[in-house]
Protein backbone atom coordinates (compact mmCIF):
# COMPACT_ATOMS: atom_id res chain seq x y z
CA UNK A 1 0.00 0.00 0.00
CA UNK A 2 0.98 3.92 -0.06
CA UNK A 3 3.23 5.21 2.28
CA UNK A 4 5.18 7.64 3.34
CA UNK A 5 9.00 8.12 4.59
CA UNK A 6 10.94 10.87 5.99
CA UNK A 7 13.89 11.47 7.82
CA UNK A 8 14.37 11.24 11.24
CA UNK A 9 15.10 13.85 13.66
CA UNK A 10 15.31 15.58 15.80
CA UNK A 11 16.81 18.28 13.65
CA UNK A 12 18.67 20.98 15.82
CA UNK A 13 19.39 23.81 13.65
CA UNK A 14 20.83 27.47 14.49
CA UNK A 15 18.94 30.35 13.78
CA UNK A 16 19.14 31.83 9.98
CA UNK A 17 20.23 28.29 8.88
CA UNK A 18 19.08 26.63 5.53
CA UNK A 19 16.80 23.58 6.06
CA UNK A 20 15.76 20.66 4.70
CA UNK A 21 13.82 17.84 5.80
CA UNK A 22 13.18 14.75 3.06
CA UNK A 23 10.54 12.76 2.33
CA UNK A 24 9.78 10.55 -0.37
CA UNK A 25 6.83 8.21 -1.03
CA UNK A 26 5.68 5.76 -2.52
CA UNK A 27 1.82 5.26 -4.03
CA UNK A 28 0.49 3.20 -6.71
CA UNK A 29 -1.34 6.23 -8.31
CA UNK A 30 -1.10 10.13 -8.43
CA UNK A 31 -1.44 11.02 -5.13
CA UNK A 32 -1.61 15.28 -3.86
CA UNK A 33 0.94 15.62 -1.38
CA UNK A 34 1.43 17.68 1.93
CA UNK A 35 3.31 18.83 4.54
CA UNK A 36 1.96 19.82 8.01
CA UNK A 37 3.40 21.31 11.51
CA UNK A 38 2.42 20.81 14.62
CA UNK A 39 3.19 23.30 17.27
CA UNK A 40 3.55 22.08 20.86
CA UNK A 41 -0.15 20.98 22.77
CA UNK A 42 -1.75 21.24 19.05
CA UNK A 43 -3.65 19.96 16.26
CA UNK A 44 -1.76 19.46 13.42
CA UNK A 45 -1.98 22.70 10.52
CA UNK A 46 -1.87 22.46 6.59
CA UNK A 47 1.76 24.15 6.03
CA UNK A 48 1.64 23.43 2.06
CA UNK A 49 0.17 21.03 -1.00
CA UNK A 50 1.34 20.10 -4.72
CA UNK A 51 -1.66 18.11 -6.48
CA UNK A 52 0.67 17.07 -9.36
CA UNK A 53 3.83 16.46 -10.66
CA UNK A 54 6.50 19.61 -10.49
CA UNK A 55 4.14 21.78 -8.47
CA UNK A 56 5.45 23.45 -6.21
CA UNK A 57 3.70 24.48 -2.82
CA UNK A 58 5.11 27.16 -0.56
CA UNK A 59 3.87 29.15 2.70
CA UNK A 60 5.47 31.41 5.39
CA UNK A 61 9.11 30.79 3.46
CA UNK A 62 8.98 26.60 3.08
CA UNK A 63 8.57 25.37 -0.39
CA UNK A 64 8.97 21.90 -1.36
CA UNK A 65 8.03 20.53 -5.40
CA UNK A 66 6.75 17.25 -5.92
CA UNK A 67 9.18 15.02 -7.71
CA UNK A 68 7.22 12.12 -9.81
CA UNK A 69 10.66 10.65 -10.90
CA UNK A 70 12.38 10.79 -7.76
CA UNK A 71 9.12 10.19 -5.54
CA UNK A 72 10.17 12.85 -3.44
CA UNK A 73 8.45 15.94 -1.65
CA UNK A 74 11.40 17.57 -0.19
CA UNK A 75 11.08 20.29 3.01
CA UNK A 76 13.33 23.71 2.58
CA UNK A 77 13.87 26.97 4.19
CA UNK A 78 16.26 29.05 3.49
CA UNK A 79 16.54 30.58 6.97
CA UNK A 80 14.80 29.32 9.75
CA UNK A 81 13.69 30.85 12.82
CA UNK A 82 13.32 30.14 16.60
CA UNK A 83 9.56 30.00 16.32
CA UNK A 84 10.00 27.26 13.43
CA UNK A 85 10.53 25.07 16.21
CA UNK A 86 7.74 22.12 15.89
CA UNK A 87 7.20 18.94 14.68
CA UNK A 88 7.01 18.35 10.71
CA UNK A 89 5.13 15.72 9.21
CA UNK A 90 5.21 14.68 5.33
CA UNK A 91 1.84 13.04 4.14
CA UNK A 92 0.18 11.79 1.03
CA UNK A 93 -3.45 11.18 -0.05
CA UNK A 94 -5.03 10.01 -3.42
CA UNK A 95 -8.71 10.42 -2.10
CA UNK A 96 -10.47 13.80 -3.69
CA UNK A 97 -10.08 16.92 -1.15
CA UNK A 98 -7.10 15.00 0.62
CA UNK A 99 -9.06 12.68 2.77
CA UNK A 100 -7.63 9.13 3.72
CA UNK A 101 -4.65 11.18 4.22
CA UNK A 102 -1.19 8.97 5.24
CA UNK A 103 1.24 10.73 7.36
CA UNK A 104 4.58 9.78 8.15
CA UNK A 105 6.43 9.79 11.37
CA UNK A 106 7.22 13.22 12.17
CA UNK A 107 10.50 15.36 12.25
CA UNK A 108 10.87 17.28 14.88
CA UNK A 109 13.15 20.59 14.41
CA UNK A 110 14.81 22.65 17.43
CA UNK A 111 15.80 26.16 16.21
CA UNK A 112 18.75 27.45 18.58
CA UNK A 113 18.75 31.39 18.92
CA UNK B 1 -14.47 30.90 15.42
CA UNK B 2 -14.56 28.25 12.16
CA UNK B 3 -13.04 25.11 12.92
CA UNK B 4 -13.11 21.68 14.48
CA UNK B 5 -13.55 21.79 17.87
CA UNK B 6 -13.25 18.42 20.16
CA UNK B 7 -14.08 17.66 23.91
CA UNK B 8 -12.57 16.55 26.15
CA UNK B 9 -9.07 17.85 26.19
CA UNK B 10 -7.65 15.16 28.49
CA UNK B 11 -9.16 12.32 30.03
CA UNK B 12 -8.51 9.49 32.33
CA UNK B 13 -10.32 6.17 31.92
CA UNK B 14 -10.12 2.81 33.74
CA UNK B 15 -9.82 -0.40 31.66
CA UNK B 16 -12.65 -1.54 30.44
CA UNK B 17 -14.75 1.46 30.72
CA UNK B 18 -16.31 2.88 27.66
CA UNK B 19 -16.62 6.66 26.43
CA UNK B 20 -17.18 9.17 22.95
CA UNK B 21 -14.79 11.68 22.06
CA UNK B 22 -16.75 14.16 20.57
CA UNK B 23 -15.62 16.07 17.19
CA UNK B 24 -17.92 18.89 15.46
CA UNK B 25 -17.00 21.42 12.88
CA UNK B 26 -18.94 24.17 11.09
CA UNK B 27 -17.28 24.49 7.72
CA UNK B 28 -19.57 22.32 6.13
CA UNK B 29 -17.27 19.71 5.50
CA UNK B 30 -18.23 16.30 3.53
CA UNK B 31 -15.19 14.14 4.94
CA UNK B 32 -14.25 13.71 8.23
CA UNK B 33 -11.97 11.62 9.90
CA UNK B 34 -10.69 10.19 13.43
CA UNK B 35 -6.91 9.89 13.59
CA UNK B 36 -4.37 8.72 16.47
CA UNK B 37 -1.16 10.19 17.11
CA UNK B 38 1.86 8.08 19.05
CA UNK B 39 5.24 8.62 19.51
CA UNK B 40 7.57 7.49 16.45
CA UNK B 41 4.45 6.44 14.49
CA UNK B 42 2.99 9.92 13.02
CA UNK B 43 -1.03 9.63 12.96
CA UNK B 44 -2.53 6.42 12.13
CA UNK B 45 -5.90 6.63 9.94
CA UNK B 46 -9.12 4.97 12.84
CA UNK B 47 -12.36 5.75 10.91
CA UNK B 48 -13.40 8.15 8.26
CA UNK B 49 -16.78 9.36 6.77
CA UNK B 50 -17.31 10.62 3.41
CA UNK B 51 -20.76 12.13 4.27
CA UNK B 52 -23.52 11.67 6.66
CA UNK B 53 -24.36 8.43 7.03
CA UNK B 54 -21.02 7.02 5.09
CA UNK B 55 -18.50 5.71 7.66
CA UNK B 56 -15.15 3.21 7.06
CA UNK B 57 -12.23 1.81 8.81
CA UNK B 58 -9.05 2.89 8.35
CA UNK B 59 -5.89 1.46 9.22
CA UNK B 60 -6.81 1.08 13.02
CA UNK B 61 -9.91 0.18 13.32
CA UNK B 62 -10.46 -2.37 16.37
CA UNK B 63 -11.60 -1.46 19.35
CA UNK B 64 -13.46 2.03 18.23
CA UNK B 65 -17.02 2.55 16.39
CA UNK B 66 -18.17 5.99 14.81
CA UNK B 67 -21.13 7.19 13.04
CA UNK B 68 -22.38 10.66 11.77
CA UNK B 69 -26.11 11.18 11.74
CA UNK B 70 -24.88 15.38 10.68
CA UNK B 71 -22.58 16.81 8.53
CA UNK B 72 -21.33 18.49 11.89
CA UNK B 73 -20.96 15.70 14.53
CA UNK B 74 -18.32 13.05 13.71
CA UNK B 75 -18.22 11.50 17.46
CA UNK B 76 -15.46 8.41 18.28
CA UNK B 77 -16.64 5.40 20.31
CA UNK B 78 -14.34 3.67 22.87
CA UNK B 79 -16.29 0.67 23.18
CA UNK B 80 -14.03 -1.09 26.28
CA UNK B 81 -11.03 0.64 27.04
CA UNK B 82 -7.55 -0.82 26.96
CA UNK B 83 -4.27 0.28 27.90
CA UNK B 84 -2.88 0.37 24.64
CA UNK B 85 -5.49 2.93 23.56
CA UNK B 86 -3.63 5.47 25.73
CA UNK B 87 -2.56 8.35 22.66
CA UNK B 88 -3.90 11.67 21.70
CA UNK B 89 -6.91 11.47 19.25
CA UNK B 90 -7.21 14.02 16.51
CA UNK B 91 -9.99 14.48 14.49
CA UNK B 92 -10.08 15.96 11.37
CA UNK B 93 -12.26 17.65 8.12
CA UNK B 94 -11.90 18.41 4.27
CA UNK B 95 -13.66 19.45 1.49
CA UNK B 96 -13.26 19.30 -2.43
CA UNK B 97 -15.17 21.95 -2.70
CA UNK B 98 -13.46 24.53 -4.83
CA UNK B 99 -10.74 22.76 -5.30
CA UNK B 100 -9.55 23.16 -1.71
CA UNK B 101 -7.47 20.24 -0.20
CA UNK B 102 -6.07 19.22 2.83
CA UNK B 103 -7.01 18.35 6.47
CA UNK B 104 -8.13 21.15 8.89
CA UNK B 105 -7.47 19.01 12.30
CA UNK B 106 -8.69 19.62 16.24
CA UNK B 107 -6.69 20.41 19.04
CA UNK B 108 -6.94 16.91 19.92
CA UNK B 109 -7.93 14.58 22.67
CA UNK B 110 -5.08 13.17 25.26
CA UNK B 111 -6.59 9.82 26.61
CA UNK B 112 -5.31 7.78 29.10
CA UNK B 113 -5.79 4.42 29.86
CA UNK B 114 -5.25 2.71 33.39
Known sequence: ?113 | NAGVTQTPKFQVLKTGQSMTLQCAQDMNHEYMSWYRQDPGMGLRLIHYSVGAGITDQGEVPNGYNVSRSTTEDFPLRLLSAAPSQTSVYFCASSTQIQGRYGYTFGSGTRLTVV
Open chain 1, 1 to 113: GDSVTQMEGPVTLSEEAFLTINCTYTATGYPSLFWYVQYPGEGLQLLLKATKADDKGSNKGFEATYRKETTSFHLEKGSVQVSDSAVYFCALSDQPGGFKTIFGAGTRLFVKA
